[in-house]
């Protein structure tokens, strides 16, 4: 079956997982080098409540505790510590999440019910995704109800849960299928108290979207709006972690985030070649209220962001075999205004960036796949503050990325992998403005990325391993320096590397049993310099994450799940000097469920080992932040 026809096929059978490879739908099969899936049908059985959650526990990515009492812990992608958020590209329906500053994109906030499936893509992705992606790639699709046979009429779900900390979650999800046009509306609340003191945490959102799908293609539209109410419970020391890990040092800071999204997009096939496009605007408001210190002070920050993504994929077979070749133009605007005691700041972005990938598919019988990409990306900047000590910035910076990667089966349940490449990140508005020395800007950060992987899987198709070398060769890798200028300031490190392996495996152990396990060990540290040798901060070398599910008939399901953190340096032993690291911890969590006719009630549990740990501390033996003790849930849902 050629590329052409597969992709045709599997958009046209509502049963197929479609991969997105070059940023287009592709079969299962083609799925990009290092890709791990999560499937709907994982996300309900696993009884997670939102995105985060789904990529920590079912995609086996670390997450470290959040500081605002949000879900929304901080991800992290081969060990990049404090600015992981800034060395990964979270994508939804193709949008870009990832912000111009050093904050997180709220994941929190998409519907999880309006969810088909998230990929995770690690390793160097500059070349289709650009600043940022050295870590790797998450994408969560929306996009469903426009295939081929999807089920016409009204059709929807509507889900309750409560429990501990005052735990509450309310969900309502339609959909209207009428021909080729669907509709859908997804609705929901959530809230807890949470395990701290001053930890209250507060959650509505709303998501429309509309689609037809055409001879030749499909277009829609969505709009999202969340608004987020949190609680800021501070850090503690040591000892107060120990004999009282629920109190709240800060038992008067609050604060607020509300996003807006609208998002059109459009696909059409035009004989060989794929023409697609999104075009989108986000507006996002984040307040911040704190007035337990001795200076109290208010925060507000106002951005937007518009982008558009036009790209174009041409299929052709050169000497008999398929080529396939990915060109496209990705182009942002940012705004940013910000209001408060230190800083008036006026900041904006605009980047341009076009890419061209070919991959040519050779020798069917062994699968070989080879190919070549390479991005270039500009980048205007502009921002003022006459409250700063940082020079204005007014200028431009570009970056080129490269990739080289080919695959091969020499065996017929073997499949072999080599890539190489650069990726890049370059300094954001709030890197810049809080920088070392204040008078140079911060240069960008580039990385020499390589990898070599196997794949081994059964003739069954229900039993796979894949097991990934990697190294990323950073420098001036662009990192909070504690010990930069008299209190410490972002800078361009000496040159670091991350190298490590990653197992992922699953298997059908019996009948009614599938089991998982994602395992990464990765080496964080400088190359060069005065701290050479030494190991970066905030990285645990060990994660482990496994899960068993029990899917018998009779409407029963069960599911568990596993992590093990190994220990970590606080985030300001730069020097390694700290005896007390941050220890390793294990957490268990377990979800039974029954079904009758349209109903599912279902019993979750988290943490329940009732593990006293934390994920965070940014001092030796202080600023620490704990993670949540046991938490009991039930729920019960209904599909129509």
Known sequence: MSLLSAAAAAQDTPSTVLITGARFPSDAALQPIGATVITQDEIRRAGVNDVNAAIRKIGGVYGRQSLDSSPDFTLDLRGFGTNSAQNMVILVDGVRLSENEQTAPSLAAIPIDTVERIEITRGGGSVLYGDGATGGVIQIFTRAGTEKGAQQGMHGSVFAEGGQFHQHDMRVALTQVTGDITADVAVARQGSQNYRDNGAYDLRNFSVGLQTRFTGGRAGMRVESAQQESRFPGSLTQQEFEQHPTMASTPLDFGSLDTNLATAFAEYRLGPVDLAAELSHRERTVRAAYLSDSFPSTNAYDGRQDQFSPRARWLSNVGGMLNEVVAGVDLARWKRKTNSPYSNADASQTSRAVYLRDELRFDAAHEGRLALGARHETFDKDFTDELAFATPDHGKQSQNAWEAQASYKPLPLLGVYARAGQSYRVPNVDDNAFRFPANALLKVQTSHDLEFGATLSNGAGDSKL?????????????????????????????????????????????????????????????????????????????????????????????????????????????????????????????RYAVKVDGWEIAATGLNLADRQYYSYAYGCGSGIYPSNGRQLKLSARYDF
Request: charged share 20%; with cysteine; proline share 5%.
């Open 466 to 590: 894949t097991a990934r070398l990697f190294r990323h060769k950073l420098d001036n890798e662009i990192f909070y320096d504690p010990t930069a200028g008299a209190f410490g300031a972002n800078t361009n490190l000496d040159p670091t590397r991350r190298q490590g392996v990653e197992i992922d495996a699953e298997t059908r152990i019996a009948a009614d049993w599938h089991a998982s396990a994602h395992l990464q060990h990765v080496n964080a540290a400088f190359t060069e310099g005065p701290n050479a040798g030494r190991e970066l901060v905030l990285v645990p070398k060990n994660v482990v994450t496994a899960r068993m599910a029990w899917l018998p008939a009779g409407g029963q399901s069960a599911d568990v799940g596993v992590q093990w953190v190994d220990r970590q340096r606080n985030g300001e032993d730069f020097g390694n000097t700290c005896t007390a690291r941050i220890p390793s911890y294990v957490t268990f969590d377990a």
